[in-house]
Structure formats: structure tokens, C-alpha cells
């Protein structure tokens, strides 16, 4: 399995921004995905997760800005982002668990400007 963020890039504050990833390996119908996120100094936190059914669940800083979606038939997940705050810049992960581990992708930056 591996996985392949895209999208990322610098956005204004209030802008928006998709990240994709890429999976492959196995179809991607068959796992959970979450998005990861980490700013420099501080821990990875978890950003958004899609189960195989679609069901989706956010953390409590997205207040309804982020939605994350699938398409099993591309192989894609996506992060839509809107209304981006200076505080939401990170490198973005996406993730899922194979073989009873984590994989992760290369992640992808994000950066707001003012």
C-alpha cells in the first residue's frame, strides 16, 4: 500500500485549497483514511477521517470549514479546505492502517499568508 499526497501550496488567509492522495496498492474501498496534520514544533494531530462507508469526522478546530471525501473507483481521497486560518499550516498527511500498522504518505505543505 502507499499513499501520495498532492495540492498543497501557499493560499491567503480565507482561501481555499484541495488536497488529494493518491492510494495503491490494494482498492482503496477496503480501508478507513484519516488526514493527518503537523506545524513546525508541534505533534501531528488528526485533521479529518472518512470510514469505508463515507462516514466522515472531523477534529473540533475544523468548526465546519474542511470536508473530507472519497472516490474508491479513482482511488482518491480528498481534503477540501476552506476559510484557511494562519494557524491551519502544516504539512498534511494522509493515512491509513495495513497489516496492523500505520502507512502514511510524504505529506504535503500548506502554507497561509496574510
Known amino acids: 500500500v502507499q499513499l501520495m499526497e498532492s495540492g498543497g501550496g501557499s493560499v491567503q488567509a480565507g482561501g481555499s485549497v484541495r488536497l488529494s492522495c493518491e492510494f495503491s496498492g490494494i482498492p482503496l474501498k477496503l480501508n478507513g483514511m484519516r488526514w493527518y496534520r503537523q506545524a513546525p514544533g508541534k505533534k501531528r494531530e488528526m485533521v479529518a477521517a472518512i470510514t469505508t462507508g463515507g462516514t466522515s469526522d472531523y477534529a473540533d478546530f475544523v468548526e465546519g470549514r474542511f470536508t473530507v471525501s472519497r472516490d474508491n473507483a479513482r482511488n482518491m481521497v480528498y481534503l477540501q479546505m476552506n476559510d484557511l486560518k494562519f494557524e491551519d499550516a502544516a504539512v498534511y498527511y494522509c493515512?491509513?492502517?495495513?497489516?496492523?500498522?500505520?502507512?502514511w504518505g510524504q505529506g504535503t505543505q500548506v502554507t497561509v499568508s496574510g
Open positions: 493515512a491509513t492502517v495495513y497489516n496492523g500498522g500505520w502507512i
